[in-house]
């Protein structure tokens, strides 16, 4: 919510400059010149750098998501494991027939 604060604030700073300055002043950038107000030519390197913060944020965005899908998956596996060990656990400490019982004794009855 902070952000987007910062965001209208900003962009209305810009737009309030654009309007401001409507002279046209000959731009050139290496070899190439045109006319273009000093506001339009700020209002759109703002846009372009909100575009591409933008799109930065979108990468990182999607590399943070690829990450937690991978935990995520990893955190199942590890619990299916545990689960295993747990049954594993549980059948080894309460055997359902006792030893005793299915061991035939080699002693003769009197």
Same mark, same amino acid.
């Given at each position: 919510?902070?952000? *987007? @604060?910062?965001?209208?604030?900003? @962009? /209305?700073? @810009?737009?309030?400059? /654009? *309007?401001?300055?409507?002279?046209? +002043? ?5 070899s190439f010149g045109w006319h273009l107000s000093i506001g339009t030519l700020v ?6 750098? @909100? %575009? *591409? ?14 990450? /937690? ?8 596996? *590890?619990?299916?494991? %545990?689960? +295993? %060990?747990h049954q594993r656990l549980d059948r080894l400490q309460n055997p359902? /027939? ?13």
């Amino acid at each position: 919510m902070l952000r *987007l @604060l910062i965001l209208v604030i900003l @962009l /209305a700073v @810009l737009i309030v400059f /654009a *309007l401001s300055n409507t002279d046209l +002043e000959p731009i050139w950038l290496v070899s190439f010149g045109w006319h273009l107000s000093i506001g339009t030519l700020v209002l759109g390197v703002g846009v372009v750098a @909100l %575009l *591409l913060g933008f799109l930065i944020g979108l990468i990182g965005d999607m590399q943070q998501r690829s990450r /937690a899908r991978r935990a995520e998956q990893h955190v199942r596996t *590890l619990e299916s494991q %545990l689960v +295993e %060990l747990h049954q594993r656990l549980d059948r080894l400490q309460n055997p359902t /027939a006792p030893l005793s019982s299915s061991i035939v004794s080699s002693e003769p009855k009197v």
